[in-house]
């Protein structure tokens, strides 16, 4: 489990809206009792989400964006088998997390 690994959403009720989730955690924790991450949903139609809260990224050939203020944790067991990473992308998580952290 590394962070930035992008995993199928455990929540199946979420997973016609939220396929995806990443994990933000760091792997400093050898045995973590939780495992924070973000989910990513899909892009509404219409809709126009903040650029920098709402970071898009294509996973799988579709186009997913972060949910930043659904912030959740996992039990480390319900995320099995990433699909992607996003590392390269690890800036523009951390300032939509700090955006949504400590605004302007």
Known sequence: MAQFDVYPN???????????????????????????????????????????????????????????LGVASFEPGDLRRPVANLRADADAIWSALDYALHGY
């Open 10 to 68: 455990p929540v199946e009720d979420l997973l016609p809206s939220h396929p995806y989730v990443v994990q933000i955690q760091s792997g400093f924790l050898k045995r973590p009792v939780a495992v924070i991450a973000v989910p990513l949903a899909r892009l509404a139609p219409g809709s126009a989400p903040v650029a920098v809260l709402n970071p898009r990224f294509d996973i799988a050939g579709e186009t997913v964006l972060l949910e930043t």
